[in-house]
């Protein structure tokens, strides 16, 4: 991927967590705040995206992740979506390759 290409996805993964740490009423760290906002500051957070909707209660995770009126909560839809997909072929993968 390029490298442009790599900060834009690490940017929008930064403010999907954002917003999810924010609807749990958790405090957003620094570092996730201004990689949200800027290209400049890329941080891969992409675990421990996944790790917050996997360790989430099943109301909130409605809630957040399916929340209508949300445009952050379709994007995060989706991108859970490709996550877990692509979980599963490096699972398969794996499994046929070793």
Known sequence: MPAYNQQMQQRKNCELYAYVLTE????VP???????????YPVDCVAD???ALEDMGADD????????????ALDLSKW???YLESDR?????RSTCL
Do not use: N, P
């Not at 749990?24 to 405090?27: A, D, I, K, P, R």
């Not at 072929?89 to 993968?93: G, N, T, Y």
């Open 80 to 82: 859970w979506t490709m």
């Open 49 to 51: 995206l996944a790790k």
């Open 61 to 72: 995770f409605e809630r957040i992740v399916y929340d209508k009126e949300s445009q952050l």
């Open 89 to 93: 072929l490096r699972q398969e993968l």
């Open 30 to 40: 620094d570092h996730i705040l201004e990689c949200a906002i800027s290209d400049e």
């Open 24 to 27: 749990l009423g958790l405090e």
